[in-house]
């Protein structure tokens, strides 16, 4: 008898988060869309019906904040606050206030009003041509979903039944659906709706789930149970896969998890060359929250404590003790590893908010006050913040650094503050670590000019390239007009920090890289063949740019170095660096 | 009557973070606030209106701004969208 051998079929949908897939389809049914029937109420029912509604616009809003708190678990603040859009469409006056209109007068159940209502606005969504925007209908439609489940008061198919390596097939996702995808070790997802910026989107590549989405009418197509590869960076879905087929993914999806498996590997081991020379890889840190995902990084310590997260969004300075504790849960997390503090740096506009007064109006914000220069003049605000630092810093592993420096002078009056501060610790008998390590961020043409200066009194320097660069080549990044201008390649930029970094050197102290030059791996090569000591970048970053520099041999890197300082041109240098990237490639 | 010109500086314009932020920060103030961008108008306390704008970086857009705290309402506005509505990462 003859098998009867499905055929393969292959459809190409919108790579949503990259990634293989191989497994069975889960499907999970095709919901009723957000169209509903008009049905008419009785007068005596409206009261009834609002606030049948009523109650349903809170349980959703329940549910999202929930959700919220859960996204906030599994993958951190960013994306967390995707959900808050989610809970402003169900704040919004359109469901809150014209929906109960509509039920009130046009004598209609809750749902048809809520149908009625979304479909107007997805509608004038759908007039808007920038994608982005766009996409956001997936957004109204998932909310105005749950809310009509919550009137309806249907529950939705449990998606807890799915199994490990299980690829789930579904209209669309809730971003808190896509955390149960996770925690129940699907494979990945594919749905009918969404664009490349859909929430879920998003979330699934947080999660390093591969799903491919916007697929129009997939759930229609395939059947539960049924053999499928999902290919998340090529946006390519094959339900039945034949063997040729199944083989060139199963070793294309071996290949990925052994790249992984072999990030992973790398946790423990030292960021070395080839030829046996050590860098350091550590973490930015924008709020104490995101510790565990440098604890989890593979990174030596944070190598640039943001301290505004404190300072902004709020009317009043922070107290000390709520400084102290937030630094001193960061501080023991990372410990025994070294945390960098950066005093706040905030400009101006900030400090009337903050309650603070005697400031004259900025024509130029980013030439004014702000960095040190404000935290000097506002002394108290700064002496609060080095107390809690030097509170916090009873583990030995924590060192201050100061922004936008520009002279030595100006370190030393910083310093200052710090040994005023110490002392009345010291008559107060609070414990700290007397030998707190100072360091200064140069990140002015100032400041790199003289950094060997700076260099004597500073116990390290580190280099803000967002900064130094934006001062040098006097580029405001944010305008267009000029923002092509932006260049990390310029010849000034690089001789600035090459100067730096020797300056450092010749004084005996650690220069290191915060910025986000330092997170671009095109770059890692030349920096490493500069001399920098130290790499601080995003955790997500850590493992990969620990195995670039494992791959390099440092004297290949000063040899690159030296052909780029060679040039005078810039398409010299971008000629320069490509031919050794082709290089490395080769070899690997 | 209060009405005020701003250009959006956010590199991804008014997507939905600041939206959500710009909605829920309008919706504590009394005044009724709405904005135009070209010839649309919407209501600034509905985030999915002020998201059918497609406001994008370096678009302008107009405030009108009616109520007893409108003054209140236009220093809010400048403050947050000098900073960019605060967020870091966009």
Known sequence: MKENKPVQKIFKGIAASEGIAIGKAFLVEREAD?????????????????ALYKESLE????????????????LGKQHALLIDVYVGMVD?????????????????TAEYAVSVGLNRIIQSFEQIEDEYFKGRISDIRDVGRRLLRNILGKERKSLSDIQPNMIVIAHTLSPSDTVVLKEKKCAGFVVDIGSKTSHISLVAQGLQLPAVVGLKNITEIVE????????????????NPDENTLNKYAKKHNEIVKEREYLIKLKDL??????????????????????????????????????EFMYIERDELPKEDELFEKYYYTAEKISPYPIIFRTVDIGGDKLSKLGLEGLLPETSPALGLRGIRLALKYKDMFKTQIRAIL??????????????????????????????????????NINFDQNI???????????????????????????????????????????????DMYDPLHLSVLRLMKHVIDAGHSKGKHVSMCGEMASDISFTKVLLGMGLDEFSVPPALVLKLKKLIRGFVLSDAKELVNKIFNTNDRSDVIKILSEDENKNNKTS | MTEQEFVIR????????????????????????????????????????????????????????????????????????DNKFYIEYE
């Open chain 1, 391 to 428: 509170r916090a810093s009873v583990f030995k592993n924590t060192k201050i650094m100061f922004p936008l420096i520009s002279s030595v002078q100006e370190f030393r009056l910083a310093k200052e503050v710090v040994e005023e501060v110490k002392k009345e610790l010291l008559n107060r």
């Open chain 1, 270 to 307: 030292p960021a070395e060359t080839l030829d046996g020379h050590k860098v350091s890889i550590v973490c930015n840190l924008d709020s104490p929250q995101e510790i565990e995902e440098v604890l989890k990084s593979g990174a030596e310590g944070v190598g640039l404590f943001r301290t």
């Open chain 1, 92 to 108: 919004d006056p359109l469901l809150t206030r014209d929906v109960v209109r509509m039920i009130e007068e046009d004598l209609v």
């Open chain 1, 34 to 50: 957000l169209y509903i029937p008009l049905k008419k109420i009785s007068k005596e029912n409206v009261k009834k019906e609002v």
């Open chain 1, 437 to 483: 390590k100072i360091g200064a961020m140069i990140e002015l043409p100032s400041a790199a000019l003289t950094s060997d200066i700076i260099a004597q009194e500073a116990d390290f320097l580190s280099i803000g390239t967002n900064d130094l660069i934006q001062y040098t080549l006097a580029v405001d990044r944010m305008n267009e007009n000029v923002a």
């Open chain 1, 224 to 239: 539960d149970g049924q053999d499928i590869i999902v290919e998340g960076n090529t946006g390519t879905v094959i339900i």
């Open chain 2, 10 to 81: 956010n590199k991804l314009g008014l997507h939905a973070r600041p939206a959500a932020i710009l909605v829920q920060k309008i919706s504590k103030f009394k005044s009724s606030v709405k904005i135009m961008k070209e010839n649309e108008q919407v209501d600034a306390k509905s985030v999915m209106g002020v998201l059918t704008l497609a406001a994008a970086c370096g678009d302008t857009i107009k405030f009108i701004v009616d109520g007893e705290d409108e003054q209140e309402v236009i220093n809010m506005l400048k403050d947050l969208i």
């Open chain 1, 59 to 74: 349980k959703t809003k329940k549910e999202l904040l929930s959700a919220k708190e859960r996204l906030l678990k599994a």
